[in-house]
């Protein structure tokens, strides 16, 4: 919980265990009215707010929602101090709302009015979602009714980072899948494209993640891009991205594979410039390496690179961190993506000491750092996500330089097409052309998994064709 980072939350309907720190809230109808009732109590000093609505009042089950909300932050707030800047703002993706508040014809001014006096969001963090919603809708307005994209899951890894948890395996360990593995996903993209194919839609952009793909080799890599270049259409396609992802995994030979294909954009992503964070995170390599490689993808022609910055890993400083912007920032990457840490259950950070999570303010002026300085230095806001078990409850933001925005990032945050995903642990999720509609087709999490039910994976797939036969664009 935002205002209780690290401690565990409980709930009951049994009043008599209303001891220590609790929260007590109350609705009562009746008489055509809905009264809210809420307590707070912590460190044995207790506050309490009420409200009423009328039964009959529009969006009244969500005028209840946000009533509730705001009492309750304001109460939690006094008692403990922190202000949330994202008020009661909640889910992963904030900017689909202020889309709906554009699409209904609502001006900034009644925007700005609704999300600071009925959501609470601070003036900086409303702000960063206006600009971020005008700069989405942009490259929003690109797709079309028969647009998708395609993701490829690598999902291996030359170690396991502390703070990490996808599903992902450490290639000295799973060294021996990866020939299998390759050759099944050239089977999954051959199915998929015959798919899209028969369906008629048309590929927008493509992104290899993981876990590393660069854990490939080159070979690996080559055959991939010519399979994925052979079975699909181009025509159409505007963006082509790489996680390069950590340097350790990267050589010349594979940003040569790399140049010389349609792949248009890749990311180096250094988490941290201090060399003893990286260490403490599990990072097998240095500064110099993540430097070292982008000049050297520079030197190969790479034009497009987007660098990862992660704020509030363990050891780090106000100060390192400033370091890290600053320094990528000399660097010049066309994209630059900060990241709140989040420590979930998955991750190994979950199991450090409570306290940690604590040092939310800490992680807060880091992210208002790098938001003002990459302004100043012509980064512009261009997608933003958040996560649960966020440090201060804060957010992922993606900048970029004018022009440089990353489609696929946008496009999967704000659910705007279908993306068709292959590999293990890769999840399709379909958009009904036009309408609302979410379905989505898992594949199996792990590897060995993805490899031994390869016949299910396959009849998974044709979920697609029928989702398209059920709502045709």
């Keep these: 919980?935002?205002?209780?980072?690290?401690?565990?939350?409980?709930?009951?309907?049994?009043?008599?265990?209303?001891?220590?720190?609790?929260?007590?809230?109350?609705?009562?109808?009746?008489?055509?009215?809905?009264?809210?009732?809420?307590?707070?109590?912590?460190?044995?000093?207790?506050?309490?707010?009420?409200?009423?609505?009328?039964?009959?009042?529009?969006?009244?089950?969500?005028?209840?929602e946000r009533g509730f909300g705001r009492m309750v932050y304001r109460?939690?707030?006094?008692?403990?101090?922190?202000?949330?800047?994202?008020?009661?703002?909640?889910?992963i993706r904030p900017i689909k709302l202020f889309h709906q508040c554009v699409a209904d014809g609502m001006t900034e001014e009644e925007i700005r009015q609704l999300f600071t006096q009925e959501m609470l969001?601070?003036?900086?963090?409303?702000?960063?979602?206006?600009?971020?919603?005008?700069?989405?809708?942009?490259?929003l307005s690109r797709s079309t009714r028969d647009s998708f994209s395609l993701y490829?899951?690598?999902?291996?890894c030359p170690s396991r980072c502390h703070y990490c948890s996808f599903v992902s395996h450490s290639i000295d360990r799973a060294k021996k899948l990866m020939p299998e593995y390759?050759?099944?996903?050239?089977?999954?993209?051959?199915?998929?494209?015959?798919?899209?194919?028969?369906?008629?839609?048309?590929?927008?952009?493509?992104?290899?993640?993981?876990?590393?793909?660069t854990t490939l080799t080159a070979e690996q890599l080559?055959?991939?891009?010519?399979?994925?270049?052979?079975?699909?259409?181009f025509s159409h396609l505007e963006e082509y991205t790489i996680e390069a992802g950590r340097p350790d995994t990267i050589t010349l030979e594979k940003l040569q594979v790399i140049k010389n294909s349609d792949v248009t954009r890749i990311s180096i992503n250094p988490q941290t410039l201090n060399?003893?964070?990286?260490?403490?995170?599990?990072?097998?390599?240095?500064?110099?390496?993540?430097?070292?490689?982008?000049?050297?993808?520079?030197?190969?022609?790479?034009?497009?690179?987007?660098?990862?910055?992660?704020?509030?890993l363990p050891g780090d400083t106000l100060d390192s961190f400033r370091r890290s912007v600053d320094g990528l920032i000399a660097l010049g990457p066309e994209n630059i993506t900060v990241h709140s840490l989040s420590v979930k259950r998955a991750a190994d950070l979950a199991k450090v000491d409570p306290e940690f999570l604590r040092h939310g303010s800490l992680v807060s002026d880091m992210v208002d750092y790098s938001q003002r300085v990459l302004a100043q230095h012509d980064y512009h806001p261009y997608y933003l996500y958040r996560q649960k078990n966020t440090m201060d409850n804060l957010e992922n933001v993606g900048y970029c330089r004018p022009g440089q925005e990353g489609l696929y990032n946008v496009y999967i945050m704000d659910e705007?097409?279908?993306?068709?995903?292959?590999?293990?642990?890769?999840?399709?999720?379909?958009?009904?052309?036009?309408?609302?509609?979410?379905?989505?087709?898992f594949n199996f999490k792990f590897p060995y998994e993805y490899l031994s039910r390869f016949d299910q994976v396959i009849a998974r797939k044709d979920e697609v064709t029928k989702f398209y036969e059920t709502y045709p664009f």
């Design 416 to 441: 705007t097409h279908s993306i068709l995903a292959v590999g293990a642990g890769g999840v399709t999720k379909l958009r009904e052309p036009g309408g609302s509609k979410i379905q989505r087709v």
């Design 121 to 139: 969001l601070s003036p900086g963090k409303l702000d960063l979602a206006i600009q971020t919603q005008k700069n989405e809708q942009k490259v």
């Design 222 to 233: 080559q055959l991939l891009i010519d399979v994925i270049k052979e079975e699909f259409d």
């Design 1 to 64: 919980m935002m205002f209780f980072p690290g401690e565990k939350i409980t709930t009951t309907t049994d009043l008599s265990q209303q001891d220590g720190d609790y929260l007590y809230t109350r609705l009562r109808e009746g008489e055509g009215i809905g009264q809210l009732f809420v307590r707070a109590s912590v460190g044995g000093t207790s506050a309490e707010e009420g409200m009423e609505i009328p039964l009959d009042a529009p969006d009244y089950d969500r005028q209840c």
């Design 152 to 156: 490829i899951s690598i999902p291996f």
């Design 75 to 91: 109460l939690l707030s006094a008692a403990t101090g922190r202000a949330p800047k994202w008020g009661i703002l909640t889910g």
């Design 275 to 312: 060399d003893q964070v990286l260490e403490a995170v599990g990072r097998r390599h240095t500064a110099k390496d993540v430097i070292d490689k982008f000049h050297m993808a520079r030197e190969v022609g790479i034009d497009c690179i987007n660098m990862d910055l992660i704020a509030g």
């Design 182 to 213: 390759v050759s099944r996903l050239v089977e999954e993209l051959r199915y998929t494209a015959k798919l899209v194919d028969q369906i008629g839609i048309k590929l927008k952009t493509v992104y290899f993640g993981g876990g590393t793909p």
